[in-house]
């Protein structure tokens, strides 16, 4: 999923800009937008939902022959961003959220950071321009995004399993506890190079497809790091490959890390 964000101040033109950009993305795959509603609260008081709400149920799920709408607790950009990667969303336009790490286009004088562009309104926009910088931005998967990536392979009625890995920050590592890790990328060869392991790694005998992911920038103790996904005809095939894709990302894809503890800060040669 490719994902980009309108911001701006109040009337700049933010909604505006989202909608012409959801129409132009439309014509290149499935599109998927986030807003920011800031404090406002759409879970009516005193409506059946917010009376489960009320009761305790961590999450309400509101359904009508059109629509579905879950109420959770403790929401983020992060969540929400999963939510439509989970869904097979191709692009996704995040309206708000200033101090997210997007990239953005900024309308007005507003004050982010990551500006992709600026404009001082919606009609300055040159559309074509945007989809253009949309499409070279990195991709963004869960590890349910990968899955169904694969899972739309061409040849996946040859697949007997998919099998998968997801690499997480350790917290404990004998006696010192990780607050968090900073990944940096070696940009397009990175995934330049992870495309390659996963092309070779296909010609091995009964494997079906291989896709791997891995996130950069800081990532706190306990979340995902890295995902692979492996197709192939009978277990005994895929759990080799599945092993042969970790240890090859490790040693051949341009990616440093940072551990943060709380001991110091140092960078560490081995990225898992």
């Known amino acids: 999923m490719k994902i980009i964000s309108v911001v701006g101040h109040k009337k700049t033109g933010k909604t505006t800009l989202v909608e012409w950009l959801v129409k132009a993305l439309k014509d290149h795959g499935s599109v998927g937008t986030v807003k920011h509603l800031h404090e406002t609260e759409l879970n009516t008081p005193h409506t059946d939902t917010w009376k489960h709400a009320q009761a305790g149920a961590d999450v309400v799920i509101g359904v009508t022959p059109n629509e579905l709408v879950k109420f959770s607790r403790k929401n983020t950009l992060t ?11 191709d692009f996704c336009v995040v309206e708000g959220f200033k101090d997210s790490p997007l990239p953005k286009i900024a309308l007005g004088r507003v004050d982010v950071s990551n500006i992709i562009m600026r404009i001082e309104k919606p009609d300055d926009a040159n559309i074509d321009e945007i989809l253009k910088i949309v499409n070279k931005l990195p991709e963004f998967h869960t590890l349910d995004s990968l899955v169904n990536k694969i899972r739309s392979s061409k040849d996946i009625e040859r697949a007997g399993a998919i099998g ?16 968090f890790l900073e990944f ?3 940009g397009e060869v990175a995934q330049r190079k992870m495309n390659e392991i996963c092309r070779d790694l296909k010609e091995k005998d009964g494997i079906i497809d291989v896709a791997m992911h891995h996130r950069t920038g800081i990532i706190q103790s306990g979340e995902n790091i890295v995902y692979i996904v492996v ?8 759990f080799p490959v599945l092993s042969e894709a970790i240890e090859r990302l ?5 990616i440093w890390k940072k551990e943060h503890t709380l001991k110091g800060e140092w960078w560490v040669h081995d990225i898992h």
């Open 231 to 238: 197709a192939a005809g009978h277990r005994q095939q895929l």
């Open 79 to 89: 969540n929400a961003l999963d939510e439509l990667a989970d869904e097979g969303v």
């Open 184 to 186: 940096e990328a070696y």
């Open 250 to 254: 490790k040693a051949e894809v341009p």
């Open 164 to 179: 998968t890995f997801t690499g997480i920050v350790r917290a404990v590592s004998e006696d010192t506890r990780t607050e």
